[in-house]
């Protein structure tokens, strides 16, 4: 346990170091005693904050979430409220003077009330607001607040580490998953497309005379005896489209800001066109593509299918896999150890500093009180995937690699477009969502879709744009905590002084320098795939789910 001076301690103790050594220098006893009961002052002060605030964690100083569940579901953009609850055990109050939570960077966290007093044998009830910007799974990892001893002169950071997951969905799907679903919706058909054909249905289509294999409850008696041969009743069945959804999820496409960059906006549009078709019956596939094929779900109809895609967006592009991610072994090493000492009993004092196996198996034990159940990314070894594992779990932040991977996008559409051709039953509508390709990938995407056309599916393309990640406001990169910075340490502790930066003046340049940039390269590559005989499809700039419109003639310059 760590403590902190308060300001005003500081300055006694300035002032009193400062009485010390004019005393010394004025050879005045009176002086020197008096700068000296300062210090001894300031001294005593700090034993008894150490004193109390000891009893008060000895007597049960402890934070519990309401409720019995440990993750909350909400749709993107959102703001929902998590109650919690301060309970001190002491028979003296504790006074704080700041309440922070330790929660995922994804996450907008504002707690009520900031500062306060827990009464003795009490409890103090805490609303937490989180607003979720970004799909995904991510993590309120505790809270922490600063305690202010008898004295008022010293403060102590305390962490209380109770993990509590939010599992943050496209907005499309939070309403779609909460309609009933029933009725004469299961009666519609599963696959081809829409037209009326003979089958299972509530519409009559014909009479005609019985054949070998009809059911007996489909006779006509009246009609049969009207005719004196034996009828049978025909019913029209609707049938409805199979459709492809391909998502492409590379790491490029999170640039920009949280909840405005290209990926944000092209998982809403995947979404929103998911939830139109399910609703009408449709059978749904999905398929995501990075670096290669990441996930591919069969065409589906119904609410499960619809909870199958909804958890795929929500995972399926995430960064926490070696390839994806910006973090090397042991950076992650270093964010699970931050992360898992408060929670371990032990306080990990017996894992020795770079003994990353131990580290390790310890993580896999502690994944029992992760609000999330994640499956292990991809590493480079098996310490490694356990220790991805143990972040994507807790909800931790994983960012994305520099580098691009756009090299390899190319290769993993043409193979989901030709593995979408191979299978059947075969589709009806093929809709990508992905930055066009360039001139040197279209032979090869010509051919898969010209295999996907020749089964008489439509192909349309939207293309993700970067209008809404280069609106401002931007981020300032000299305000951006380092890397290393410990999401565990105590609020009060100023960051270094930010380098004076032209930011402000020099945004909304560079801004506009990509802006034209991506404009350019964009007109470009949508003519190649108009050459390829591709229906465009724009999605609108809006921060409401995005709903496809039918493309103009020519691109915008």
């Given at each position: 346990?760590?403590?902190?001076?308060?300001?005003?301690?500081?300055?006694?103790?300035?002032?009193?170091?400062?009485?010390?050594?004019?005393?010394?220098?004025?050879?005045?006893?009176?002086?020197?005693?008096?700068?000296?009961?300062?210090?001894?002052?300031?001294?005593?002060?700090?034993?008894?904050?150490?004193?109390?605030?000891?009893?008060?964690?000895?007597?049960?100083?402890?934070?519990?979430?309401?409720?019995?569940?440990?993750?909350?579901?909400?749709?993107?953009?959102?703001?929902?409220?998590?109650?919690?609850?301060?309970?001190?055990?002491?028979?003296?109050?504790?006074?704080?003077?700041?309440?922070?939570?330790?929660?995922?960077?994804?996450?907008?966290?504002?707690?009520?009330?900031?500062?306060?007093?827990?009464?003795?044998?009490?409890?103090?009830?805490?609303?937490?607001?989180?607003?979720?910007?970004?799909?995904?799974?991510?993590?309120?990892?505790?809270?922490?607040?600063?305690?202010?001893?008898?004295?008022?002169?010293?403060?102590?950071?305390?962490?209380?580490?109770?993990?509590?997951?939010?599992?943050?969905?496209?907005?499309?799907?939070?309403?779609?998953?909460?309609?009933?679903?029933?009725?004469?919706?299961?009666?519609?058909?599963?696959?081809?497309?829409?037209?009326?054909?003979?089958?299972?249905?509530?519409?009559?289509?014909?009479?005609?005379?019985?054949?070998?294999?009809?059911?007996?409850?489909?006779?006509?008696?009246?009609?049969?005896?009207?005719?004196?041969?034996?009828?049978?009743?025909?019913?029209?069945?609707?049938?409805?489209?199979?459709?492809?959804?391909?998502?492409?999820?590379?790491?490029?496409?999170?640039?920009?800001?949280?909840?405005?960059?290209?990926?944000?906006?092209?998982?809403?549009?995947?979404?929103?066109?998911?939830?139109?078709?399910?609703?009408?019956?449709?059978?749904?596939?999905?398929?995501?593509?990075?670096?290669?094929?990441?996930?591919?779900?069969?065409?589906?109809?119904?609410?499960?299918?619809?909870?199958?895609?909804?958890?795929?967006?929500?995972v399926g592009c995430a960064t926490y896999d070696a390839e994806r991610s910006d973090l090397d072994e042991s950076d992650v090493a270093v964010r699970v150890l931050?992360?898992?000492?408060?929670?371990?009993?032990?306080?990990?004092?017996?894992?020795?500093?770079?003994?990353?196996?131990?580290?390790?198996?310890?993580?896999?034990?502690?994944?029992?009180?992760?609000?999330?159940?994640?499956?292990?990314?991809?590493?480079?070894?098996?310490?490694?995937?356990?220790?991805?594992?143990?972040?994507?779990?807790?909800?931790?932040?994983?960012?994305?690699?520099?580098?691009?991977?756009?090299?390899?996008?190319?290769?993993?559409?043409?193979?989901?477009?030709?593995?979408?051709?191979?299978?059947?039953?075969?589709?009806?509508?093929?809709?990508?969502?992905?930055?066009?390709?360039?001139?040197?990938?279209?032979?090869?995407?010509?051919?898969?879709?010209?295999?996907?056309?020749?089964?008489?599916?439509?192909?349309?393309?939207?293309?993700?744009?970067?209008?809404?990640?280069?609106?401002?406001?931007?981020?300032?990169?000299?305000?951006?905590?380092?890397?290393?910075?410990?999401?565990?340490?105590?609020?009060?502790?100023?960051?270094?002084?930010?380098?004076?930066?032209?930011?402000?003046?020099?945004?909304?340049?560079?801004?506009?320098?990509?802006?034209?940039?991506?404009?350019?390269?964009?007109?470009?590559?949508?003519?190649?795939?108009?050459?390829?005989?591709?229906?465009?499809?724009?999605?609108?700039?809006?921060?409401?789910?995005?709903?496809?419109?039918?493309?103009?003639?020519?691109?915008?310059?």
């Amino acid at each position: 346990m760590q403590l902190y001076p308060t300001r005003t301690a500081a300055h006694l103790a300035i002032a009193g170091v400062v009485m010390v050594g004019v005393g010394v220098a004025a050879r005045e006893p009176a002086i020197v005693a008096w700068g000296g009961a300062i210090l001894l002052a300031v001294a005593i002060a700090r034993a008894v904050t150490l004193v109390s605030v000891s009893r008060i964690r000895a007597a049960g100083f402890e934070m519990l979430w309401s409720g019995p569940k440990r993750i909350v579901r909400t749709a993107r953009g959102t703001t929902i409220e998590i109650e919690a609850e301060v309970r001190n055990r002491d028979t003296l109050a504790a006074r704080y003077v700041k309440l922070r939570a330790i929660a995922s960077s994804q996450l907008d966290v504002k707690i009520e009330p900031a500062a306060g007093e827990v009464p003795a044998a009490g409890r103090l009830k805490v609303i937490v607001k989180v607003k979720a910007p970004r799909v995904g799974h991510h993590g309120v990892h505790g809270l922490a607040l600063e305690v202010h001893g008898a004295s008022g002169l010293f403060e102590v950071p305390l962490t209380f580490a109770n993990p509590y997951g939010v599992e943050v969905l496209p907005r499309p799907f939070a309403t779609y998953l909460m309609q009933p679903r029933g009725g004469r919706s299961h009666l519609v058909a599963a696959s081809g497309k829409p037209g009326r054909q003979r089958g299972e249905g509530s519409d009559l289509r014909e009479l005609r005379e019985h054949q070998p294999g009809d059911p007996f409850r489909r006779i006509a008696w009246k009609a049969s005896a009207r005719r004196g041969t034996l009828l049978v009743r025909d019913f029209e069945r609707e049938e409805r489209d199979v459709v492809w959804l391909v998502l492409e999820a590379s790491v490029d496409q999170w640039a920009g800001p949280l909840g405005r960059a290209p990926l944000d906006l092209a998982i809403d549009e995947i979404a929103s066109l998911a939830t139109r078709h399910l609703s009408r019956g449709d059978r749904v596939g999905l398929i995501i593509v990075a670096a290669g094929l990441r996930i591919a779900i069969p065409p589906d109809q119904g609410p499960a299918q619809a909870s199958k895609i909804a958890h795929a967006l929500t995972v399926g592009c995430a960064t926490y896999d070696a390839e994806r991610s910006d973090l090397d072994e042991s950076d992650v090493a270093v964010r699970v150890l931050e992360h898992l000492r408060p929670l371990d009993p032990r306080g990990l004092s017996d894992v020795r500093r770079g003994d990353l196996d131990r580290l390790a198996a310890r993580a896999d034990a502690m994944r029992a009180r992760a609000p999330f159940s994640a499956q292990a990314p991809q590493g480079r070894s098996l310490r490694d995937r356990t220790l991805r594992r143990y972040l994507a779990s807790f909800g931790i932040d994983s960012p994305p690699k520099i580098e691009s991977d756009r090299r390899d996008v190319g290769v993993a559409l043409v193979e989901a477009l030709l593995h979408i051709a191979r299978i059947k039953p075969r589709s009806s509508l093929v809709h990508v969502v992905s930055a066009p390709p360039d001139e040197r990938q279209a032979q090869s995407l010509g051919e898969a879709v010209r295999r996907v056309k020749s089964t008489g599916a439509a192909l349309t393309w939207s293309s993700p744009s970067v209008e809404l990640a280069l609106a401002p406001p931007w981020d300032d990169p000299m305000k951006l905590p380092p890397d290393d910075e410990d999401p565990f340490a105590p609020a009060h502790v100023a960051p270094p002084p930010a380098a004076p930066s032209r930011w402000d003046e020099l945004a909304p340049i560079a801004a506009a320098a990509v802006r034209v940039r991506a404009r350019v390269s964009l007109s470009r590559r949508e003519a190649v795939l108009r050459k390829l005989g591709i229906k465009l499809v724009r999605l609108r700039h809006a921060t409401n789910p995005v709903t496809p419109v039918a493309a103009p003639e020519k691109a915008p310059g």
